[in-house]
């Protein structure tokens, strides 16, 4: 295989396994406005908690680490989906009966930070700073793949991964749940006086969000062959931010564009460029700069994202046979009346 | 026996209490409202009742049901559901969809019940498929008072359900407040308009300075001194 598509295959991951995580954060955030700004941190614990479980016994290997079962593929990234789901649960359960919107996104930013310098500096977790490294490529053996073309393969798979999960989504976002999610995004005071367990809704979405972004890690980890510290830093839960405000914040397809754009074009593309000469590193820079100011430029002229969220038609109202509104995705102007103008003796308000 | 009944209730945030030894009660098919000056402790005593703030002493009914104690989101499959004020609406989500989420604590169906609803909030029913947050301040107030509807409640309280609408709305609104009555359900609603509460009213309960200081027929406290009530000049009755 050439180095084109060698390229093109690993752009292709990188987009599939963004739409992956851009889901996960956006049923918390998106749907049930979360503002999860430890998101990596559960991303983070999916790939370790994959690489480690797949790895065999660490005695030997060089690495120090928990686990260590030489679980195969799929079992070993399930067992990191639900890893992150579980950390969501303990984050939760401290962080989220109390505290709302800013408080929380700051202590979820402190949590980050804490599980960050934890992993950093106790090696006997998952091998500190050096991290994870030789993590065997799922299923080469069996297909008897070489590095070239289980770069492909495993794109491939990736997609199928995130062809599934994204089913899935629709099902959860287009249910009665989804849209408890999204009542309680619009206004969680008027969800509970209606009957929604809030938090309950709340732990719901946290624990399927993070079960998305272990899924997430887990194929990173397993692309890559290796994962440490310096692929999660803190700040890279902006990039999955961006990557659904750009896109289309509750739009799962919008969720799509958006890591085509931001993730695939903006962050990977570039970084198969060659270096300016005299100025190595600079290409990279200077796509953090794109990003941001995309990111600036959305939230100022299209906050709706390039593919907004549009209104579900729940089965219920399918079953009724509701003709498709053309129109939702566009502004509808109010209805209103003035001084009676409108008013028919029933209160309702002329055609 | 009364749709909703509070007892000596005592309520506030955190330690400092708001609303002092409150009684009241609301019997179905009839329209009670509560007037009073701003900081009378209104809106805090239907954040108790339906259990958004707790009760520090007293009792709240709902028919032979005691719900003092009771989490806020398992009251509404009780029979008392809370209309706030302003912002009352999922603005992202659809009539339809609105007034689904509102049927969550009704058992079986709600579909039929939807249609009903639809069928009488005439606006509502055009309306159906657009985002809640496209229509107008009184008919997402409107969209409010229908949803409460999904659950058919033994009362419903409303909080300022007319602010900052039209006269013509403010109709509207009341209009539809009294057909909802006239099915048998209880209303409490929390209002500043005092001359449309006593023209709307069955009972009348008058909170100054966190207590219910005067209470009783509409047409018996349309009589009153209510300027002097209000700036607390007037004995209780």
Same mark, same amino acid.
């Given at each position: ?29 998106? /749907? ?30 060089? $690495? ?90 495993? @794109? ?6 995130? &062809? ?27 969800? @509970? ?13 946290? &624990? ?10 887990? &194929?990173?980890? $397993? ?31 919008? +969720? ?12 990977? +593309? ?23 100011? +995309? ?8 906050? $709706? ?14 079953? $009724? ?9 566009? /502004?509808?102007? @109010? ?17 | ?40 402790? !209104? ?16 009792? #709240? ?29 999922? !603005? ?51 969209? %409010? ?8 409640? !033994? ?31 209880? #209303? ?8 449309? %509460?006593? !023209? ?38």
């Amino acid at each position: 295989m050439s180095a084109f598509w060698f390229y093109v295959f690993t752009l292709v991951f990188f987009l599939f396994d963004y739409f992956i995580l851009a889901m996960g954060l956006n049923i918390q955030y998106g /749907e049930t406005g979360i503002l999860n700004f430890a998101y990596i941190g559960f991303v983070a614990l999916g790939a370790y908690v994959t690489g480690a479980s797949s790895l065999p016994a660490s005695a030997g290997t060089g $690495q120090q680490y928990i686990m260590g079962w030489g679980l195969p593929f799929p079992l070993n990234l399930l067992l990191g989906g639900v890893a992150a789901s579980l950390l969501a649960v303990f984050v939760a359960l401290i962080a989220m009966r109390r505290l709302r919107t800013d408080y929380l996104a700051v202590v979820l930013i402190s949590f980050s930070l804490v599980f960050y310098d934890i992993t950093n500096n106790y090696v006997p977790l998952f091998n500190g700073a050096d991290g994870l490294y030789n993590v065997p490529e799922p299923l080469a053996g069996i297909f008897k793949l070489t590095t070239n073309s289980f770069v492909p393969f495993f @794109a491939i798979v990736t997609g199928l991964i995130a &062809l599934i999960m994204w089913w899935a989504m629709s099902r959860i976002t287009k249910s009665p749940l989804g849209r408890t999610f999204r009542a309680i995004r619009d206004d969680e005071g008027v969800a @509970a006086a209606l009957g929604k367990g809030v938090f309950r809704y709340q732990l719901t979405s946290m &624990l399927i969000g993070s079960f998305y972004a272990g899924i997430g890690g887990g &194929l990173l980890v $397993q692309f890559g062959g290796s994962f440490n510290t310096t692929s999660w830093l803190p700040a890279e839960t902006f990039v999955v931010f961006a990557v659904i405000i750009v896109g289309g914040v509750g739009n799962n397809v919008g +969720l799509l564009v958006g890591a085509l754009l931001v993730e695939t074009l903006l962050i990977h +593309l570039p970084a198969f460029l060659p270096d300016i000469p005299g100025h190595p590193g600079l290409i990279e820079y200077i796509d953090t700069i794109v990003v941001g100011v +995309l990111l600036w430029v959305m939230l100022w002229f299209r906050p $709706q994202g390039v593919v907004p969220e549009r209104i579900r038609k729940t089965p219920l109202a399918l079953l $009724q046979g509701l003709k498709s509104d053309r129109s939702t995705n566009e /502004e509808v102007p @109010a209805m209103s009346i003035s001084d009676g103008a409108g008013v028919n003796e029933e209160g309702g308000v002329r055609d | 026996m009364p749709a909703l009944l509070a007892e000596n209730v005592t309520a506030g945030y955190g330690r400092t209490p708001i609303i002092n030894d409150i009684s009241l009660s609301v019997e179905r098919g009839t329209v009670t409202t509560i007037i009073g000056p701003n900081g009378a402790g !209104k809106s805090t005593f239907a954040k108790t009742l339906v259990g958004i703030l707790r009760t520090s002493t007293g009792r #709240i009914m709902v028919e032979d049901l005691d719900i003092t104690r009771m989490p806020g989101h398992l009251i509404p499959r009780n029979g008392l559901v809370y209309v706030p004020q302003n912002d009352n609406v999922f !603005k992202s989500l659809s009539v339809r969809e609105n007034l689904e989420v509102g049927g969550f604590a009704a058992k079986g169906d709600t579909s039929a019940r939807m249609e009903e609803i639809l069928s009488v909030f005439t606006d509502l029913n055009k309306a159906r498929e657009k985002r809640a947050g496209f229509l107008s301040g009184g008919q997402q107030n409107l969209l %409010a008072i229908a949803r409460a509807l999904m659950v058919e409640p !033994k009362v419903i309280v409303l909080d300022e359900p007319t602010a900052g609408l039209s006269p013509a709305y403010t109709d509207v609104v009341w209009n539809q407040i009294e057909r909802i009555a006239q099915t048998g359900t209880g #209303i409490l609603v929390v209002e500043q308009n005092v001359e449309r %509460a006593l !023209k709307h009213a069955d009972f009348v309960h008058i909170f100054v300075a966190g207590s219910n200081h005067v209470h009783g027929l509409a047409s018996e406290i349309a009589s009153l001194d209510l300027p002097a009530i209000f700036l607390g000049r007037a004995e209780a009755k």
